[in-house]
């Protein structure tokens, strides 16, 4: 298996676009979560789905951020619009329900100027 | 709310030391404690813990985890320069919810 996939692996974006990072999950786990990781803050859990849905998004900083997963193999992280505080590291992770550890892709470096 | 602590947040050694991280935790519903380590990019799995007492070892590392006293210990033995990482906790919870990870541990080993 290739792990978990993360795309781009480095964006760098003006003030007010619009950002949106992709993660495939590995195949057959069915937990998906998004963490941002900053210096300051650490590793933040934003948001994550099981079976595709949504369970808890509590970390999601405000409207600004939303993220999908359409379906098992593929979720959205979108930023709209990005400003420069947003600027982090965005990992995307996948399990299998919290029975295995969960794995991580290799990171969205996202710097908004 | 689930919190996970960590301590010390950073530590310097040298060659050849043995150091302990700690890892605290206060979570409703605890299902695992896993560790990690993260070096420049992703954070690698290390241990996953769930039962009280049992030791797990690979290598120079060993984990272990209290369930009473809500901790587990991170040792490493015989540190190398490579060891130096940010070694992060995480306390999982009952199924179908998410992974609360600590600020992490800094560790630094110089030659």
């Known amino acids: 298996d290739a792990g978990v996939i993360q795309s781009p692996r480095h964006e760098v974006t003006e003030m007010g676009q619009e950002v949106t990072l992709r993660c495939k999950p590995i195949?057959?786990?069915?937990?998906l979560f998004w963490y941002r990781q900053t210096m300051m803050r650490g590793l933040e859990l934003l948001i994550y789905?099981?079976?595709?849905?949504?369970?808890?998004d509590s970390g999601m900083p405000e409207d600004r951020f939303s993220a999908k997963m359409p379906n098992a193999s593929f979720s959205t992280l979108k930023i709209q619009p990005s400003e420069p505080r947003d600027s982090a590291v965005y990992f995307c992770?996948?399990?299998?329900?919290?029975?295995?550890?969960?794995?991580f892709g290799q990171g969205t470096r996202l710097t908004v100027v | 709310e689930d919190k996970v602590v960590q301590s010390p947040l950073s530590l310097v050694v040298h060659e050849g030391d043995t150091v302990t991280l700690n890892c605290s935790y206060e979570?409703?519903?605890?299902?695992?404690l896993l560790w990690y380590k993260q070096e420049k990019k992703a954070p690698t799995f290390l241990f996953m813990l769930?039962?009280?007492?049992i030791e797990k070892k690979s290598g120079r590392l060993s984990s272990i985890l209290d369930k009473k006293e809500l901790f587990s210990i991170l040792n490493i033995t015989a540190t190398q320069t490579g060891d130096s990482a940010i070694y992060l906790c995480?306390?999982?919870?009952?199924?179908?919810?998410?992974?609360?990870f600590g600020p992490g541990t800094r560790l630094s080993v110089l030659p």
């Open positions: 979570v409703t519903n605890f299902r695992s």
């Open positions: 995480a306390v999982g919870s009952a199924p179908g919810q998410n992974f609360v």
């Open positions: 789905f099981n079976n595709n849905v949504p369970i808890d």
């Open positions: 769930t039962s009280s007492g």
């Open positions: 992770a996948s399990s299998f329900q919290g029975f295995t550890e969960a794995f």
């Open positions: 195949s057959g786990h069915n937990s």
